[in-house]
Protein backbone atom coordinates (compact mmCIF):
# COMPACT_ATOMS: atom_id res chain seq x y z
CA UNK A 1 0.00 0.00 0.00
CA UNK A 2 1.68 3.78 -1.24
CA UNK A 3 1.55 6.36 1.26
CA UNK A 4 -1.69 8.57 2.06
CA UNK A 5 -0.53 11.30 1.07
CA UNK A 6 1.56 12.31 -1.59
CA UNK A 7 5.68 12.46 -0.31
CA UNK A 8 6.54 15.93 1.00
CA UNK A 9 3.30 17.40 1.42
CA UNK A 10 -0.03 16.34 3.55
CA UNK A 11 -2.42 15.79 0.29
CA UNK A 12 -3.85 13.06 -0.93
CA UNK A 13 -2.44 11.24 -4.04
CA UNK A 14 -4.31 12.40 -7.25
CA UNK A 15 -4.93 10.60 -10.17
CA UNK A 16 -6.71 10.89 -13.59
CA UNK A 17 -7.77 7.71 -15.88
CA UNK A 18 -8.79 8.52 -19.59
CA UNK A 19 -9.42 5.94 -22.74
CA UNK A 20 -12.20 4.45 -20.93
CA UNK A 21 -14.99 5.96 -22.47
CA UNK A 22 -19.10 3.78 -22.54
CA UNK A 23 -17.49 1.71 -19.71
CA UNK A 24 -21.48 0.95 -18.82
CA UNK A 25 -22.01 -0.21 -22.22
CA UNK A 26 -18.94 -1.79 -23.37
CA UNK A 27 -17.76 -4.34 -20.74
CA UNK A 28 -14.50 -4.60 -22.22
CA UNK A 29 -13.65 -0.71 -21.11
CA UNK A 30 -15.68 -1.63 -18.37
CA UNK A 31 -12.76 -4.53 -17.13
CA UNK A 32 -10.09 -1.86 -18.17
CA UNK A 33 -11.78 1.01 -16.04
CA UNK A 34 -12.77 -1.29 -12.91
CA UNK A 35 -9.19 -3.08 -13.01
CA UNK A 36 -7.22 -0.21 -13.05
CA UNK A 37 -9.31 1.95 -10.25
CA UNK A 38 -9.57 -1.69 -7.67
CA UNK A 39 -5.65 -2.01 -8.25
CA UNK A 40 -5.02 1.55 -8.06
CA UNK A 41 -7.87 2.05 -4.50
CA UNK A 42 -6.12 -0.90 -3.27
CA UNK A 43 -2.99 0.57 -3.31
CA UNK A 44 -3.74 4.31 -2.58
CA UNK A 45 -7.05 3.88 -0.61
CA UNK A 46 -6.98 7.85 -0.09
CA UNK A 47 -6.40 8.62 -3.44
CA UNK A 48 -8.35 11.30 -5.36
CA UNK A 49 -9.51 9.51 -8.36
CA UNK A 50 -11.04 11.28 -11.63
CA UNK A 51 -12.04 9.29 -14.42
CA UNK A 52 -12.80 10.87 -17.65
CA UNK A 53 -16.04 9.73 -18.96
CA UNK A 54 -18.42 10.34 -22.14
CA UNK A 55 -20.99 12.07 -19.87
CA UNK A 56 -21.43 15.34 -18.70
CA UNK A 57 -20.68 17.75 -15.89
CA UNK A 58 -19.20 16.52 -12.44
CA UNK A 59 -20.52 13.22 -10.69
CA UNK A 60 -20.28 10.91 -8.24
CA UNK A 61 -19.47 7.10 -9.21
CA UNK A 62 -17.90 3.93 -7.96
CA UNK A 63 -15.21 1.08 -7.80
CA UNK A 64 -15.12 -2.23 -6.20
CA UNK A 65 -12.08 -2.55 -4.36
CA UNK A 66 -11.95 -6.21 -2.91
CA UNK A 67 -15.67 -6.56 -3.39
CA UNK A 68 -16.84 -3.46 -1.76
CA UNK A 69 -18.14 0.21 -3.80
CA UNK A 70 -15.66 3.12 -3.46
CA UNK A 71 -16.72 6.64 -4.45
CA UNK A 72 -14.73 8.07 -7.52
CA UNK A 73 -15.40 11.42 -9.33
CA UNK A 74 -16.48 11.13 -12.64
CA UNK A 75 -15.62 13.78 -15.46
CA UNK A 76 -17.28 14.58 -18.69
CA UNK A 77 -14.76 14.65 -21.67
CA UNK A 78 -15.45 14.65 -24.96
CA UNK A 79 -13.92 15.33 -28.77
CA UNK A 80 -17.42 17.31 -29.44
CA UNK A 81 -18.17 20.24 -31.72
CA UNK A 82 -20.06 21.45 -29.27
CA UNK A 83 -17.03 23.59 -28.50
CA UNK A 84 -18.72 26.27 -25.81
CA UNK A 85 -19.41 22.88 -23.18
CA UNK A 86 -16.41 22.69 -20.31
CA UNK A 87 -16.23 19.11 -21.56
CA UNK A 88 -14.88 19.58 -24.84
CA UNK A 89 -11.19 19.08 -25.29
CA UNK A 90 -10.68 22.00 -27.53
CA UNK A 91 -12.69 23.86 -25.00
CA UNK A 92 -10.08 22.95 -22.57
CA UNK A 93 -6.84 23.47 -25.13
CA UNK A 94 -8.38 27.06 -25.12
CA UNK A 95 -8.79 27.41 -21.54
CA UNK A 96 -5.67 25.96 -21.06
CA UNK A 97 -4.09 28.97 -23.70
CA UNK A 98 -6.11 31.51 -21.21
CA UNK A 99 -4.99 30.50 -18.56
CA UNK A 100 -7.42 27.88 -17.30
CA UNK A 101 -11.10 29.87 -17.46
CA UNK A 102 -12.22 27.88 -14.33
CA UNK A 103 -11.93 24.63 -16.73
CA UNK A 104 -13.07 21.78 -14.39
CA UNK A 105 -11.80 19.14 -16.43
CA UNK A 106 -8.20 21.05 -17.02
CA UNK A 107 -8.18 21.95 -13.29
CA UNK A 108 -8.52 18.33 -12.66
CA UNK A 109 -5.47 17.80 -14.86
CA UNK A 110 -3.03 20.37 -13.68
CA UNK A 111 -3.85 18.55 -10.33
CA UNK A 112 -2.76 15.13 -10.94
CA UNK A 113 -0.07 13.59 -9.89
CA UNK A 114 -0.19 10.89 -12.65
CA UNK A 115 -2.20 10.24 -15.83
CA UNK A 116 -2.92 7.13 -17.07
CA UNK A 117 -4.31 6.49 -20.52
CA UNK A 118 -5.68 3.39 -21.30
CA UNK A 119 -6.99 4.19 -24.77
CA UNK A 120 -9.60 1.74 -24.75
CA UNK A 121 -6.95 -0.97 -24.92
CA UNK A 122 -6.60 -0.93 -28.85
CA UNK A 123 -8.16 2.10 -30.04
CA UNK A 124 -4.55 3.55 -30.48
CA UNK A 125 -4.91 3.41 -34.22
CA UNK A 126 -6.81 4.83 -36.87
CA UNK A 127 -7.79 1.55 -38.27
CA UNK A 128 -11.44 2.75 -36.75
CA UNK A 129 -11.27 5.77 -38.26
CA UNK A 130 -9.57 9.43 -37.63
CA UNK A 131 -12.24 10.69 -35.73
CA UNK A 132 -12.08 7.70 -32.77
CA UNK A 133 -7.86 8.60 -33.08
CA UNK A 134 -8.44 12.15 -32.81
CA UNK A 135 -10.32 11.98 -29.52
CA UNK A 136 -7.81 8.98 -28.34
CA UNK A 137 -4.99 11.63 -28.87
CA UNK A 138 -6.58 14.42 -26.99
CA UNK A 139 -6.35 13.96 -23.43
CA UNK A 140 -2.61 12.75 -23.74
CA UNK A 141 -2.16 16.05 -26.03
CA UNK A 142 -3.40 17.94 -22.80
CA UNK A 143 -1.31 15.97 -20.31
CA UNK A 144 1.45 16.82 -21.95
CA UNK A 145 0.67 20.08 -22.58
CA UNK A 146 0.39 20.53 -18.85
CA UNK A 147 3.83 18.91 -17.89
CA UNK A 148 1.81 16.05 -16.23
CA UNK A 149 2.92 12.74 -16.20
CA UNK A 150 1.16 10.62 -18.59
CA UNK A 151 1.20 6.74 -18.20
CA UNK A 152 0.05 4.99 -21.42
CA UNK A 153 -1.45 2.03 -19.69
CA UNK A 154 -0.77 -1.67 -21.24
CA UNK A 155 -2.50 -1.37 -24.85
CA UNK A 156 -1.73 -2.09 -28.32
CA UNK A 157 0.04 0.36 -30.65
CA UNK A 158 -1.46 0.80 -34.34
CA UNK A 159 -1.80 -0.23 -37.14
CA UNK A 160 -1.65 2.98 -38.68
CA UNK A 161 -2.41 3.82 -42.28
CA UNK A 162 -1.65 7.55 -42.98
CA UNK A 163 2.00 8.42 -41.85
CA UNK A 164 0.85 11.81 -40.73
CA UNK A 165 -1.03 9.99 -37.60
CA UNK A 166 2.12 7.39 -37.22
CA UNK A 167 3.86 10.32 -36.90
CA UNK A 168 1.53 12.13 -33.75
CA UNK A 169 1.29 8.60 -32.56
CA UNK A 170 5.26 8.83 -32.26
CA UNK A 171 5.69 11.90 -30.34
CA UNK A 172 2.89 11.36 -27.92
CA UNK A 173 4.66 7.90 -26.95
CA UNK A 174 7.56 9.31 -27.33
CA UNK A 175 7.12 12.47 -24.91
CA UNK A 176 4.91 10.01 -22.33
CA UNK A 177 6.20 9.00 -19.05
CA UNK A 178 5.83 5.43 -19.75
CA UNK A 179 4.05 3.69 -22.37
CA UNK A 180 3.40 -0.22 -21.83
CA UNK A 181 2.46 -2.66 -24.43
CA UNK A 182 0.04 -5.61 -23.20
CA UNK A 183 1.69 -8.32 -25.26
CA UNK A 184 4.30 -9.61 -26.87
CA UNK A 185 3.54 -8.41 -30.36
CA UNK A 186 2.21 -5.07 -29.08
CA UNK A 187 5.36 -4.57 -28.01
CA UNK A 188 7.10 -5.43 -31.32
CA UNK A 189 4.76 -2.49 -32.87
CA UNK A 190 5.73 -0.08 -30.48
CA UNK A 191 9.30 -0.82 -30.81
CA UNK A 192 8.88 -0.03 -34.56
CA UNK A 193 6.96 3.28 -34.09
CA UNK A 194 9.25 4.25 -32.01
CA UNK A 195 12.64 3.31 -33.74
CA UNK A 196 15.66 5.42 -32.12
CA UNK A 197 13.70 7.17 -29.74
CA UNK A 198 13.05 4.23 -27.93
CA UNK A 199 14.08 4.21 -24.07
CA UNK A 200 13.75 0.49 -22.62
CA UNK A 201 13.08 2.28 -18.95
CA UNK A 202 10.40 4.02 -19.91
CA UNK A 203 8.57 1.67 -22.87
CA UNK A 204 8.05 -1.51 -21.14
CA UNK A 205 6.31 -4.68 -22.53
CA UNK A 206 3.24 -6.01 -19.72
CA UNK A 207 0.50 -7.50 -19.94
CA UNK A 208 -3.43 -6.37 -20.40
CA UNK A 209 -4.51 -4.66 -17.03
CA UNK A 210 -7.70 -6.25 -17.41
CA UNK A 211 -5.75 -9.90 -16.10
CA UNK A 212 -6.34 -8.64 -12.73
CA UNK A 213 -10.05 -7.68 -12.68
CA UNK A 214 -11.50 -9.18 -9.56
CA UNK A 215 -14.88 -11.40 -9.77
CA UNK A 216 -17.71 -10.52 -7.81
CA UNK A 217 -20.89 -12.08 -7.79
CA UNK A 218 -24.68 -10.92 -9.31
CA UNK A 219 -26.63 -9.18 -7.01
CA UNK A 220 -30.00 -10.66 -5.57
CA UNK A 221 -32.01 -13.23 -7.21
CA UNK A 222 -29.81 -13.25 -10.12
CA UNK A 223 -27.10 -14.54 -8.85
CA UNK A 224 -28.99 -17.46 -6.88
CA UNK A 225 -30.59 -18.09 -10.54
CA UNK A 226 -27.58 -18.58 -12.61
CA UNK A 227 -25.80 -20.48 -9.95
CA UNK A 228 -28.76 -22.85 -10.23
CA UNK A 229 -28.63 -22.98 -14.07
CA UNK A 230 -24.50 -23.85 -13.93
CA UNK A 231 -25.22 -26.60 -10.72
CA UNK A 232 -28.15 -28.26 -13.05
CA UNK A 233 -26.00 -30.51 -14.79
CA UNK A 234 -22.34 -31.84 -14.17
CA UNK A 235 -21.98 -31.77 -18.19
CA UNK A 236 -19.31 -29.28 -19.72
CA UNK A 237 -20.72 -25.28 -20.47
CA UNK A 238 -19.49 -23.89 -23.25
CA UNK A 239 -19.46 -19.63 -22.69
CA UNK A 240 -20.04 -18.13 -26.61
CA UNK A 241 -19.69 -14.23 -26.61
CA UNK A 242 -20.72 -13.54 -30.52
CA UNK A 243 -20.18 -9.59 -31.43
CA UNK A 244 -22.21 -7.52 -33.70
CA UNK A 245 -18.83 -5.71 -34.74
CA UNK A 246 -17.97 -9.16 -36.95
CA UNK A 247 -21.94 -10.43 -37.71
CA UNK A 248 -22.70 -7.23 -39.69
CA UNK A 249 -22.15 -7.33 -43.58
CA UNK A 250 -20.39 -4.15 -43.20
CA UNK A 251 -18.49 -5.10 -40.16
CA UNK A 252 -17.14 -8.51 -42.16
CA UNK A 253 -16.36 -5.63 -45.13
CA UNK A 254 -14.48 -3.02 -42.78
CA UNK A 255 -12.16 -5.45 -41.23
CA UNK A 256 -11.45 -7.96 -44.65
CA UNK A 257 -13.10 -10.83 -43.14
CA UNK A 258 -13.14 -14.20 -45.40
CA UNK A 259 -15.50 -16.03 -42.76
CA UNK A 260 -18.76 -15.25 -41.55
CA UNK A 261 -18.35 -15.10 -37.36
CA UNK A 262 -22.39 -15.23 -37.07
CA UNK A 263 -22.91 -18.62 -38.85
CA UNK A 264 -19.81 -20.25 -37.56
CA UNK A 265 -20.56 -19.37 -34.41
CA UNK A 266 -24.38 -20.74 -34.67
CA UNK A 267 -22.53 -24.30 -36.39
CA UNK A 268 -20.60 -24.07 -33.33
CA UNK A 269 -23.56 -23.71 -30.73
CA UNK A 270 -25.47 -27.00 -32.48
CA UNK A 271 -22.37 -29.26 -32.82
CA UNK A 272 -21.10 -28.47 -28.86
CA UNK A 273 -25.18 -29.56 -28.09
CA UNK A 274 -24.96 -32.18 -30.26
CA UNK A 275 -23.34 -33.98 -27.76
CA UNK A 276 -26.03 -34.88 -24.98
CA UNK A 277 -24.70 -33.67 -21.91
CA UNK A 278 -23.37 -30.34 -22.93
CA UNK A 279 -24.70 -26.74 -22.13
CA UNK A 280 -24.57 -23.46 -23.93
CA UNK A 281 -23.98 -20.41 -22.37
CA UNK A 282 -24.57 -16.77 -24.61
CA UNK A 283 -22.18 -13.59 -23.17
CA UNK A 284 -22.85 -10.46 -24.67
CA UNK A 285 -19.91 -7.81 -23.86
CA UNK A 286 -21.49 -4.93 -25.43
CA UNK A 287 -24.92 -3.82 -24.32
CA UNK A 288 -25.91 -0.67 -27.02
CA UNK A 289 -29.09 -1.57 -28.70
CA UNK A 290 -29.21 0.46 -32.30
CA UNK A 291 -24.90 0.98 -32.07
CA UNK A 292 -23.30 -0.45 -35.25
CA UNK A 293 -21.19 -2.62 -32.44
CA UNK A 294 -24.20 -3.40 -29.80
CA UNK A 295 -23.90 -7.27 -29.55
CA UNK A 296 -27.92 -7.55 -28.35
CA UNK A 297 -29.23 -8.29 -31.54
CA UNK A 298 -26.60 -11.20 -32.56
CA UNK A 299 -26.60 -12.45 -29.38
CA UNK A 300 -31.00 -12.77 -29.26
CA UNK A 301 -30.58 -14.40 -33.04
CA UNK A 302 -28.13 -17.07 -31.79
CA UNK A 303 -30.08 -17.66 -28.62
CA UNK A 304 -33.56 -18.03 -30.66
CA UNK A 305 -31.48 -20.34 -33.39
CA UNK A 306 -30.07 -22.61 -30.17
CA UNK A 307 -32.62 -23.00 -27.65
CA UNK A 308 -35.82 -23.75 -30.02
CA UNK A 309 -34.02 -26.86 -30.59
CA UNK A 310 -32.10 -27.42 -27.41
CA UNK A 311 -34.65 -25.96 -24.58
CA UNK A 312 -33.30 -25.86 -20.80
CA UNK A 313 -29.69 -26.21 -22.18
CA UNK A 314 -28.73 -22.68 -23.47
CA UNK A 315 -28.26 -19.68 -21.63
CA UNK A 316 -28.61 -15.35 -22.87
CA UNK A 317 -27.18 -13.87 -19.98
CA UNK A 318 -29.45 -10.69 -19.27
CA UNK A 319 -29.04 -7.08 -19.03
CA UNK A 320 -27.34 -5.63 -16.30
CA UNK A 321 -24.01 -7.34 -15.22
CA UNK A 322 -21.09 -5.18 -14.55
CA UNK A 323 -17.56 -6.30 -15.69
CA UNK A 324 -16.83 -7.93 -12.57
CA UNK A 325 -20.23 -10.01 -12.76
CA UNK A 326 -19.69 -10.90 -16.15
CA UNK A 327 -16.00 -12.24 -15.29
CA UNK A 328 -17.88 -14.31 -12.76
CA UNK A 329 -19.90 -15.96 -15.15
CA UNK A 330 -17.18 -16.35 -17.46
CA UNK A 331 -15.32 -18.23 -15.05
CA UNK A 332 -18.03 -20.59 -14.64
CA UNK A 333 -17.86 -22.00 -17.75
CA UNK A 334 -15.85 -25.18 -18.94
CA UNK A 335 -14.64 -23.66 -22.47
CA UNK A 336 -15.12 -20.38 -23.53
CA UNK A 337 -14.82 -19.15 -27.54
CA UNK A 338 -14.69 -15.09 -27.56
CA UNK A 339 -15.19 -12.67 -30.18
CA UNK A 340 -14.53 -9.66 -27.75
CA UNK A 341 -10.79 -9.53 -26.62
CA UNK A 342 -11.71 -8.32 -23.18
CA UNK A 343 -14.42 -11.09 -22.65
CA UNK A 344 -11.63 -13.96 -23.89
CA UNK A 345 -9.09 -12.31 -21.14
CA UNK A 346 -12.26 -12.76 -18.77
CA UNK A 347 -11.29 -16.28 -19.25
CA UNK A 348 -8.02 -16.88 -19.70
CA UNK A 349 -7.36 -14.74 -16.18
CA UNK A 350 -10.29 -17.40 -14.94
CA UNK A 351 -7.68 -19.85 -16.26
CA UNK A 352 -10.40 -20.97 -18.37
CA UNK A 353 -9.51 -22.49 -21.50
CA UNK A 354 -10.68 -20.06 -24.65
CA UNK A 355 -10.48 -19.52 -28.55
CA UNK A 356 -11.35 -16.17 -29.86
CA UNK A 357 -12.18 -15.19 -33.29
CA UNK A 358 -9.74 -12.58 -34.39
CA UNK A 359 -10.36 -9.65 -37.15
CA UNK A 360 -7.10 -8.15 -36.12
CA UNK A 361 -3.26 -8.84 -34.92
CA UNK A 362 -4.28 -8.10 -30.99
CA UNK A 363 -5.60 -11.62 -30.58
CA UNK A 364 -2.33 -13.23 -31.33
CA UNK A 365 -0.46 -10.92 -29.05
CA UNK A 366 -2.67 -11.35 -25.74
CA UNK A 367 -3.07 -15.18 -26.04
CA UNK A 368 0.69 -15.45 -26.52
CA UNK A 369 1.24 -13.98 -23.30
CA UNK A 370 0.08 -17.73 -21.64
CA UNK A 371 1.51 -19.77 -25.03
CA UNK A 372 -2.51 -20.03 -26.34
CA UNK A 373 -1.61 -19.17 -29.86
CA UNK A 374 -3.29 -22.09 -31.22
CA UNK A 375 -7.12 -21.17 -30.03
CA UNK A 376 -6.40 -18.29 -32.19
CA UNK A 377 -8.80 -18.43 -35.07
CA UNK A 378 -8.17 -15.71 -37.46
CA UNK A 379 -11.41 -14.61 -39.27
CA UNK A 380 -9.37 -12.53 -42.09
CA UNK A 381 -7.43 -15.74 -43.75
CA UNK A 382 -9.71 -18.48 -42.80
CA UNK A 383 -13.30 -19.66 -44.09
CA UNK A 384 -16.35 -21.16 -42.26
CA UNK A 385 -15.11 -24.52 -42.18
CA UNK A 386 -11.47 -23.73 -41.19
CA UNK A 387 -12.89 -21.54 -38.45
CA UNK A 388 -15.05 -23.58 -36.89
CA UNK A 389 -12.02 -26.70 -37.07
CA UNK A 390 -9.58 -24.67 -34.82
CA UNK A 391 -12.58 -24.21 -32.52
CA UNK A 392 -13.83 -27.28 -32.37
CA UNK A 393 -10.07 -28.36 -31.78
CA UNK A 394 -9.90 -25.73 -29.05
CA UNK A 395 -13.02 -27.26 -26.96
CA UNK A 396 -11.70 -30.70 -27.42
CA UNK A 397 -8.24 -29.89 -26.41
CA UNK A 398 -9.79 -28.07 -23.45
CA UNK A 399 -8.55 -30.36 -20.40
CA UNK A 400 -4.74 -29.87 -21.68
CA UNK A 401 -5.15 -26.31 -22.00
CA UNK A 402 -6.60 -26.43 -18.57
CA UNK A 403 -3.49 -27.35 -17.14
CA UNK A 404 -1.22 -25.22 -18.52
CA UNK A 405 -3.63 -22.52 -17.78
CA UNK A 406 -3.44 -23.32 -13.94
CA UNK A 407 0.25 -22.65 -14.21
CA UNK A 408 0.24 -19.94 -16.45
CA UNK A 409 -2.29 -17.66 -15.02
CA UNK A 410 -0.93 -17.13 -11.78
CA UNK A 411 1.96 -15.46 -13.19
CA UNK A 412 0.29 -13.10 -16.12
CA UNK A 413 -2.46 -11.84 -13.20
CA UNK A 414 0.68 -11.31 -10.83
CA UNK A 415 2.39 -9.63 -13.62
CA UNK A 416 -0.82 -7.39 -14.41
CA UNK A 417 -0.60 -6.00 -10.46
CA UNK A 418 3.08 -5.95 -10.57
CA UNK A 419 3.53 -3.36 -13.39
CA UNK A 420 1.25 -0.88 -11.25
CA UNK A 421 3.48 -1.38 -8.77
CA UNK A 422 6.12 0.09 -10.58
CA UNK A 423 3.83 2.69 -12.98
CA UNK A 424 3.59 4.49 -9.41
CA UNK A 425 6.80 3.64 -8.15
CA UNK A 426 8.36 5.44 -11.50
CA UNK A 427 5.81 8.02 -12.69
CA UNK A 428 4.45 9.58 -9.56
CA UNK A 429 7.65 8.50 -7.24
CA UNK A 430 5.81 6.66 -4.27
CA UNK A 431 6.32 2.93 -3.36
CA UNK A 432 3.59 0.83 -3.06
CA UNK A 433 5.11 -1.78 -0.40
CA UNK A 434 4.29 -4.27 -2.26
CA UNK A 435 6.66 -7.19 -4.53
CA UNK A 436 7.46 -6.29 -7.87
CA UNK A 437 8.33 -8.16 -10.57
CA UNK A 438 9.56 -7.42 -13.65
CA UNK A 439 10.13 -9.46 -16.87
Known sequence: MISQTF???????????????????NLGVGALRAATLGAVL???????????????????????????P???????A????????????????????LGGLGNVG????????????????????DLYGAHRFRSVAWPKRL????????VLLPQTYGPFRHPRVRAQ??????????????????YAALVDLLGADLDPTRHREGVDVAFALAARPPDGPLRHRLAGWFAASDGPVAGINVSGLLTRPEGRTRFGLTADPGRVARRLGERLLAEPDTRVAIVPHVWAPGAPDDDTAASAELYAALATRHPGRVLLLPRGLDPHQTKWVIARTSWFCGMRMHATIAALSSAVPAAVVAYSRKARGVFACLGQQRHVADARRLGDDELLEVLLTSWRDRAVTAADLAVGTPEVVRRAGAQLDEILTRAVGVDTGHRRGER
Open 70 to 76: VPIELVG
Open 78 to 97: RHSRRYHRPESYLNMRVSAA
Open 106 to 125: LARIDAADVVLDASGGDSFS
Open 143 to 150: ALLRHRPL
Open 7 to 25: PGTDRALSVCLFGVPGAHL
Open 42 to 68: ARAPQARVTVFDDGWGERVGRAFVAGR
Open 169 to 186: AAALTRDAAMAWARDPDS
